[in-house]
């Protein structure tokens, strides 16, 4: 069979974490090759279209998904599965709305706390549970320990420092971060491999922290992973040997890793990592949805010490990709090109992935985005000039009021004009809910992929607010069927409807989207 190996595209000049991507596609080559499959390589960036079209010229029979980051982020990388799930192609690994969630450390954290799942506390800039030293600053989207070192873990102070201490941390690494209790003690790593329908958990390995002096935070930071020639990268190794006495613990980890693979609903293969305390009770630090298969991490050792191939591995995640395309796909959450009450246009054509990488995203509110709001919403040829004047009204209501006009907004921009914006604001009488009031992209600019970035913008603020529900009105009108079929597609519900709203015969429809999992 033909195959791809997609992977973000990589740089010379980019760090060591980045380039380690390569070293997966070669693994995987030698691996593909040996099982009788020709292999091609794919790079991936923001510019999706070209990807798309390299796709379709030269249509694999499936695509072995190795995208870590878009963009110089975690935060975008579940696109790569968006768009292959748009092409109808058989991928590897985890779907885009479950990479997405385990991609966003606290949303993750919130979906193990609701299913009863162990998992320590946590705190973001604006809202968690009150924290006490020691406490660990993380970035909330990424992988590869980036941004972990000593520094990171705080040991003084006490609980209202944890919001100065988060910020502080997230403007010294230019990404988003949260807090979370630190628990000292052991640390474990369970990679698990798709066999069948139930996975097969692979032998539990502990980083081995004794060389550490006691001082020393006990932590798998960057440059235990990264940095040659340290300390850290010398002396964190792997073991997977355990007195009897440790047996106990180790069927709870595999227990709570089974846990997680359902719980996510996690494909092919993962990787779940561990802290556990002095009382010997285990604490699930994050889920590892496509975790690095170079042949010197830590799922590479795993299947050694189970003395599995590689290739019978790689086998194994091929057979579960081709399972996964055959069944129901799990979808990423609302996203849309324009205006919520957009209706079905027979003419109009399909949305491409043009390049949304010169766009920047603002959050501030400027006097002459009235006027920009104004020439976004008429564009559309959709609304009426007093819905067009309630838009404009909104953005006037914040400058006049800020914060506490209720209303939020996020504006798309390129080369210094505003293409696009969504604005939102939480629903004042719910505890987790909130209200996606406008979101639209200006006419000729749609298509680009930008009401999907506002909207991830959007979902990424109620999260780390600590909202959960998202509000959606559109038409019922029968020339919105695909508007509505497209929400329905996207996991959102349909709750509610008012008849004749909009005008006789125009009823509204009420959807809600869950952006974190509730109690």
């Known amino acids: 069979m033909r195959i791809a190996i997609l992977h973000n595209a990589v740089a010379d000049a980019d760090s060591a974490a980045d380039r380690d991507v390569l070293v997966q596609v070669e693994a995987l080559e030698q691996a593909l090759r040996m099982l009788g499959h020709s292999v091609r390589r794919v790079a991936c960036t923001l510019n999706l279209e070209v990807v798309e079209e390299s796709l379709t010229r030269d249509r694999p029979a499936a695509v072995f998904n190795l995208v870590e980051s878009l963009g110089g982020s975690d935060r975008l990388a579940h696109l790569a599965a968006v768009l292959l799930d748009d092409l109808d192609l058989p991928y590897t690994g985890t779907c885009a709305s479950s990479l997405h969630l385990t991609n966003n450390k606290p949303a993750a954290k919130e979906r193990l706390r609701s299913a009863g799942l162990p998992t320590a506390d946590w705190a973001t800039a604006t809202t968690g549970a009150p924290l006490h030293p020691p406490y660990i600053i993380k970035a909330i989207w990424e992988h ?14 006490d609980g209202s420092t944890v919001s100065e201490q988060i910020e502080s941390r997230s403007r010294q690494l230019g990404r988003p971060c949260f807090a979370e209790q630190f628990v000292e003690g052991r640390e474990f790593n369970l ?7 139930t996975p097969h958990v692979l032998p539990p390995a502990e980083i081995d922290f004794s060389a550490f002096p006691k ?3 006990r932590i798998v930071g960057y440059s235990a992973k990264w940095n040659e020639r340290t300390f850290e990268f010398d002396n964190t190794p792997r073991k ?9 613990l180790l069927d709870t980890l595999r227990g709570l890793a089974l846990d997680c693979w ?6 092919g293969y993962a990787r779940v990592d561990f802290r556990v305390d002095a009382k010997g009770r285990p604490w699930i630090l994050e889920i590892n949805a496509n975790p690095c298969l170079s042949p010197d991490a830590g799922f590479a050792a795993a299947l050694a010490r189970a003395k599995l191939p590689f290739e019978r591995a790689v086998e194994w995640i091929l057979e579960d990709a081709f399972k996964a395309s055959n069944s129901v796909q799990c979808v990423v959450p609302a996203i849309t090109n324009s205006v919520s009450r957009m209706p079905d246009r027979s003419s109009a054509k399909k949305p491409s992935t043009k390049s949304i990488s010169t ?5 501030t509110v400027l006097p002459t985005d009235t006027a920009a709001v104004r020439q976004i919403i008429e564009s559309t040829g959709l609304f009426r000039p007093g819905e067009i004047d309630v838009a404009v009204e909104l953005v006037q209501a914040f400058l006049d009021k800020g914060p506490a006009s209720g209303y939020e907004f996020v504006f798309a921009e390129q080369k210094g004009q505003v293409v696009g914006y969504a604005c939102f604001g939480r629903n004042a009488l719910t505890v987790h809910g909130w209200d996606l009031y406008w979101i639209a992209v200006e006419q000729s600019h749609q298509g680009q992929g930008l009401g999907r970035l506002l909207l991830e913008h959007v979902h990424d603020h109620v999260a780390r607010a600590g909202g959960g529900r998202v509000y959606i009105e559109t038409s019922q009108r029968a020339d919105y069927q695909a508007t509505r079929g497209f929400y329905e597609r996207c996991g959102y519900k349909l709750e509610a409807a008012l008849p004749d709203f909009y005008a006789p015969g125009d009823s509204k429809a009420i959807y809600v989207g869950q952006v974190c999992n509730l109690p």
């Open 215 to 217: 001082e020393k935070p």
């Open 262 to 267: 359902r719980l996510f609903d996690l494909r």
């Open 191 to 197: 990679s698990l491999l798709a066999n069948g329908t």
């Open 144 to 157: 590869a320990s980036v941004g972990l070192d000593d520094h990171a873990v705080i040991r003084s102070g």
């Open 240 to 248: 997977f040997d355990f007195p009897p006495a440790d047996a106990p």
């Open 359 to 363: 766009t920047k995203l603002r959050t």
